[in-house]
């Protein structure tokens, strides 16, 4: 039972990651049909932006000192603020571009973001202790959970309510959701692009900052391709969550989490080295049924 | 340091093709002065850097000063090759190449073809060396396969670890040599026992899974040999600590460094390898006024131990140099294969016409207790890991 | 398979690209600087790369992520069948018999993994093609990420993530620029048959080009073997270039260099394809160049490291923001004379 259970929320926490950089990914994809590959690069600048440049090897701790209620809301903001940027610097160029365009365009953006991080702090790994209070493990039904474990599933539940909410009952939420399902349509009707599609890339470049934290503390460490895996998979999540459907993307990104935390479980020895190559392969298939997602929006053309 | 480095390679590259043998010494680096690799590169050559100018503060080698050309491997492998070209071309005697073997083999098998010695910074796979480049390649570290050996006998002697599991990062050879030479050396050891294994990939988010097998054992094991290196490695030990692991945890040298361990508070029971102690505290003193010179030429302590590995690869080199009369390829390396248990500052050193590598050598373990590492033994593994062995 | 009226007005293309292509190959031998040469075979590399790329998202509109396995799949194929069987045995002991005893020179091995990626091309699209758009671009990914962690673990057959050493090196640089030209020319020749020709229609015109009875699969799988092909010769060609092959080589990174040069260059053309590779190249040789410093009279100049790659992505950026499209847009090189001629041939206006 206790092992039962944490297999449960080894699941659920990895899931939970996914979730939320799916639903970055997903949020941006649904206003202006860009897939960007620079998310997982916000990611890293969020852990990074706790410490002052150095190319030493010893991290110089700058804002990762601060009491977790200044240092959660300053990381939020930094991921928010670098989104918007990337967004009123570049992709505000490429709003009538086509999808393989803008997609290389975030691809290079991306690209500078990580070495500007290089050049700034070396491609050493900086240890960071990010939050220490969350290393101790929990007791719940005798099985013993890292609370930290517990904080990543609580703060995904909360962040899709409140995201949720947000969406069904703003005025901002209820203009963001007109534009994911028909943009030209929404646009017709008053909705303002410019400051839906910015809103759309704080939410995304906040939810990058909450990934980054969870990461941060989990590994203890900030490498310029920290965010890459987690956003290769939220990038996938997305995909066949059904492109554009935000629950989609959270549903696939706790499907993902499930099946590679199983596979790890299920798999004989010789056989866990490829269980990335299983996890791909159930992807494939999971395309080849429901090619437009498990979820799939409504309104969502085809344009790559 | 680096004002030096480049104003030599700027000299050296002007006075390009490569003129006779006999009136230079140069010593090419074909390393990663940008991306992923420099971290590990930079240290090490800083290193050499400093026996090249004690060589040459002495009066040179065979009377003459030691000259250095530089050029950039971007941490890139078909870069690395066209590097390996560069410092050929600009007359290098000796190619120095990346520290890791993937990395750094296209250079050295540049070396190799234009019949030029190579030598790995701090690769720890056999194949950096004979089996995988030439016979006129070596590596300036030692074996993987040896600290994984050298911690296992260690912890089963001196700390009576009977049961172990092992946990393998698949990411690179590095961390399956460190498991291979545990592989090797558990069996002999009397009454200890595997009790169980996973793998794990570096780049894991979370390895939660992982942890949650360890923890069904019915008891928790006395010994987790942790295969695995940076960046992922930190990561893996936060995970277990928080899980509520306390195993001794068994490591290679690639986790050594007082710089991460802010991530992982109060860190204790967990024991590594190093070739020389960069805490201050290494049994020989000489390796600590190496330390306070490494200060003096590029400003900052040793951060790991992979500092060590450059000093002496230009130390062996030299001495093989002094005593063949020459920088003849045939002439060095056979003077090189007749180092046996040659003393440097970071303990003997041997290579043979079989392996240009060492099989066996002696190792400081280091404990982390409450989160401060401090030099507790020395070990040396009863037996040479056998070549055959290392080939598997 | 293709009318030779149209071969005829498109051939300027491949021969102006060849042209372009040979003399690269000139001025490096005039310089004749082995580092040099060797930047130069590596841009022959990318250009075979990149022109397989455009063979399958060129014609059919869908982005890949996934060629570069075709590229490592080749490159293995070189390491099986150039390496001493005594090394082979060393590093790869799994290798059935007959191909441990197997040694052929580059070039064969070269054709084999055009054949054997063009095989696995066959096996994979015929599963993938059926997809179209995003969905169709995550399961190539998905198809490379299978094929990188099969790879990377298959100890007895691939050595894992272990380098594999011994196969030949082959620095001379005519065999990778024959092998360019051939990939330029096969591209073209496919672009113009009735396959390709079939295969844009569905691109630009879905709806009505299925209604045509072009079965869109099946004209994508076509493309998806053909660029499969000329992937798995240019991934054995690159084994042969710096001696080693390990599966991390031809994974993200090769992904990403290669569709950005196909993307800035132009993925609506050949020419786009060619020439994003050669002006991309250019640009990074000469950022490095400056970054390793220029001597002027008694300062040196250098730019601190790490500019490169940075100044790389902004200048992409900036070269898409202003051409969308890529540089050469949907056009292709063609001798001034014939421009009009052109426009109104297959490879004329699309969206």
Redesign the interface.
């Known amino acids: 039972m206790g092992s039962l259970l944490q297999v449960l929320f080894d699941a659920l926490s990895l899931g939970s990651l996914y979730a939320l950089g799916a639903l970055g990914i997903a949020l941006i994809f649904g206003v202006m049909r860009l897939v960007n590959f620079a998310h997982g690069d916000v990611i890293a600048a969020c852990v990074f932006a706790l410490l002052w440049p150095s190319v030493d090897a010893v991290a110089i701790i700058f804002a990762g000192n601060l009491p977790w209620y200044l240092l959660v809301p300053f990381v939020l903001a930094i991921g928010a603020a670098l989104s918007v940027a990337c967004e009123a610097l570049v992709f505000r160029r490429f709003r009538h571009a086509n999808p393989a365009t803008m997609m290389i365009a975030s691809f290079a953006l991306g690209f500078v973001i990580r070495y500007f991080l290089l050049m700034l702090f070396s491609s050493r790994p900086k240890s960071i202790s990010l939050l220490p209070a969350l290393s101790q493990p929990v007791e719940i039904l005798g099985a013993r959970i890292p609370l930290l474990q517990l904080i990543t599933i609580a703060v995904t539940m909360a962040v899709l309510f409140g995201l949720t909410a947000f969406l069904r009952r703003t005025r901002f939420g209820l203009e963001m959701r007109a534009a994911a399902e028909n943009f030209t349509m929404a646009r017709m009707l008053g909705v303002r692009a410019n400051r839906v599609i910015m809103g759309a890339f704080a939410l995304s470049g906040a939810l990058a900052a909450a990934i980054a934290l969870i990461l941060g503390s989990q590994t203890g460490t900030a490498n310029i391709m920290m965010g890459a895996s987690v956003m290769l998979m939220a990038f996938i999540a997305t995909v066949i969550g059904g492109m554009g459907s935000l629950a989609g993307a959270v549903l696939a990104g706790f499907l993902l989490g499930a099946v590679a935390t199983v596979m790890q479980v299920i798999l004989p020895p010789d056989a866990r080295a490829f269980r990335d190559a299983f996890v791909y392969g159930a992807v494939i298939l999971v395309l080849i049924f429901r090619p437009q997602g498990l979820l799939s929006a409504r309104g969502t053309r085809e344009r790559v | 340091m680096k004002r030096l480095m ?1 104003a030599l390679a ?1 000299t050296t590259c ?1 006075t390009a093709p490569a003129l006779a043998d006999d009136e230079r010494i140069v010593v090419g680096f074909a390393t990663a ?7 590990y590169d930079k240290p090490a050559q800083d290193a050499a850097m400093i026996r090249i100018a004690e060589i040459n503060a002495a009066g040179g080698l065979l009377g003459k000063q030691i000259e250095v050309v530089n ?2 491997t ?2 890139d ?2 870069e ?4 390996g ?2 410092v ?2 600009a007359g290098a005697d000796m190619v120095v190449v990346s520290c890791d ?2 990395f750094g ?2 250079a050295a ?2 070396a190799e ?1 234009a019949g030029l010695p190579s030598f790995f910074l701090c690769a720890e ?1 056999i ?1 950096a060396g004979i ?3 030439g016979p006129n390649s070596f590596s300036a570290s030692v074996l993987a396969a040896v600290q994984g050996a050298t911690m296992a006998e260690w912890a089963h002697n001196k700390k009576g670890a009977r049961t172990f599991y092992r946990l393998l990062d ?4 590095y961390n ?1 040599g460190i498991c291979d030479g545990f592989d090797w050396m558990l069996p002999q050891l009397a009454d200890a026992k595997l009790v169980g ?3 794990f ?1 570096n ?4 390895i ?3 942890i ?2 360890i ?2 054992l019915p008891e928790e094991p006395d010994a987790i040999m942790l295969c695995t290196m ?2 992922g490695a ?2 893996a030990i ?2 277990i ?4 692991i306390n195993s001794m945890i068994l490591n290679g040298s690639g986790v050594d ?9 109060d860190l204790s029971n967990f024991f590594v390898p190093v070739q020389g102690s960069i805490y201050g505290d290494d049994p020989n003193p000489d390796v600590t006024a190496f330390n306070a010179r490494y200060k003096e030429a590029t400003g ?1 302590d040793p ?2 131990q992979y500092v060590y590995p450059g000093y002496v690869m230009i130390d062996v080199w030299a001495k093989a140099v002094e005593r063949a009369g020459t920088t003849e390829t045939a002439a060095v390396v056979a003077e090189l294969e007749k180092m046996n248990a040659e003393p440097t500052l970071f303990g003997p050193r041997t290579f043979t016409s079989e392996i240009h590598h060492q099989n066996r050598a002696r190792y400081l373990i280091v404990e982390t207790k409450a989160g401060k590492p401090g030099v507790v033994d020395e070990w040396t593994i009863s037996e040479a890991i056998p070549v055959a062995e290392l ?1 598997k | 398979m293709m009318s030779p009226s149209v071969a005829r007005r498109t051939i300027a293309t491949p021969v102006l690209l060849g042209l372009l292509l040979i003399a690269f190959a000139l001025v490096a031998v005039a310089v004749g600087s082995k580092p040099f040469n060797q930047t130069v075979i590596d841009i022959f590399l990318k250009v075979i790369f990149v022109v397989g790329l455009w063979v399958f998202v060129g014609n059919s509109g869908v982005i890949s992520f996934g060629h570069i396995a075709f590229a490592c799949l080749g490159g293995y194929v070189a390491a099986w069948t150039t390496i001493k069987p005594m090394m082979k045995g060393m590093s790869m002991p799994g290798l059935p018999d007959w191909l441990m005893q197997t040694e052929i020179p580059y070039w064969g091995s070269a054709m084999v993994a055009a054949g054997w990626a063009a095989l696995w091309a066959l096996i994979f699209g015929s599963v993938l093609m059926r997809l179209s758009g995003i969905a169709a671009s995550i399961a190539t990914f998905a198809m490379l990420a299978m094929v990188n962690s099969i790879y990377s673990n298959w100890e007895s057959v691939t050595a894992a993530t272990s380098s594999v050493v011994g196969i030949p090196i082959i620095r001379s640089i005519w065999p990778y620029l024959v092998a360019a030209l051939i990939s330029v020319f096969v591209a073209w020749a496919y672009g113009i048959s009735r396959h390709g020709l079939a295969l844009r229609a569905a691109r630009d015109e879905p709806t009505a080009a299925a209604a045509s009875g072009i079965d869109i699969p099946r004209a994508r799988l076509i493309a998806f073997v053909i660029s499969g092909a000329i992937m798995g010769m240019g991934g054995a060609l690159y084994s042969h270039s710096i001696g080693i092959v390990t599966p991390d080589t031809f994974y993200l990174g090769l992904t990403f260099i290669t569709l950005s040069m196909l993307v800035v260059g132009g993925m609506g053309s050949l020419s786009g394809a060619v020439l994003g590779v050669l002006i991309l190249s250019t640009l990074i040789q000469t950022l490095r160049w400056l970054e390793a410093g220029v001597q002027l009279g008694e300062i040196t100049l250098a730019l601190p490291g790490g500019v490169q790659e940075i100044a790389l992505g902004a200048v992409m950026i900036l070269i898409l923001m202003f051409r969308p499209a890529g540089i050469m847009g949907n056009k292709d090189l063609s001798l001034p004379q014939r421009a009009a001629l052109e426009t109104r041939g297959p490879t004329g206006p699309r969206t």
């Not at chain 2, 002065?33 to 971290?39: D, I, L, W």
């Not at chain 2, 460094?257 to 508070?265: D, K, R």
Request: aromatic share 6%; charged share 25%.
């Open positions: 480049t700027a002007l002065e940008t991306g992923f690799m420099q971290a050029a950039d971007k941490t492998r078909a690395g090759a066209k590097a070209l560069t050929i071309d073997y993937d083999s296209p098998l540049a073809s796979s194949k089996q995988g480049v698949t990411w690179t050879e399956k294994e996973d793998t990939l780049e894991d988010a979370s939660a899974a992982q949650t097998r923890k069904a940076m960046p930190v990561s936060k995970q600590r928080a899980a509520g460094g007082s710089y991460w361990l802010s991530a992982v508070p900052g951060s790991t080939m």
